[in-house]
């Protein structure tokens, strides 16, 4: 019977945590989403070309990048229906576009990645 009472008590101090756990993430979530100190940095083979809080950028906002070795890619920044600003690929003349399928990027901490250009476009 006790066995049974301390397995009870591990497995609620277990479901606590994690519900714990899951508003924290929840709401660092939604304040990184919603701060105004969010910079979008481009970078061209590791060096940064162009770096901005994003609350500056005057949007729609777009940003063209023409690499030494022949490369385009074009950036845009723009106020989503939520609220949020989003920045995405536009366009890219590499052969694969994964930086164009990455779609929308709106929380610090998500890239955009272009490597046969060697392009980043960088929430931070």
């Not at 083979?45 to 729609?60: A, I, M, N, Q, Y």
């Not at 990455?102 to 998500?110: A, F, K, N, R, S």
Request: charged letters at 25%.
């Amino acid at each position: 019977m006790e066995k049974k009472r301390s397995d009870m008590i591990l497995i609620a101090v277990l479901i606590i945590a994690a519900v714990i756990m899951l508003a924290g993430w929840r709401i660092k979530k939604q304040n990184a989403a919603g701060s105004s100190d969010t910079i979008l940095e481009i970078t061209v083979d590791g060096s940064t070309v162009f770096k901005e809080k994003t609350e500056d950028l005057e949007l729609p906002f777009t940003y063209k990048v023409e690499t030494e070795n022949g490369g385009l890619n074009i950036f845009r920044a723009e106020r989503l229906e939520d609220g949020s600003i989003g920045v995405s690929c536009e366009s890219a003349d590499c052969p694969d576009k994964v930086c164009v399928d990455t779609g929308v990027i709106t929380l610090p901490g998500e890239v955009i990645v272009c490597l046969p250009h060697r392009v980043t476009a960088g929430l931070y």
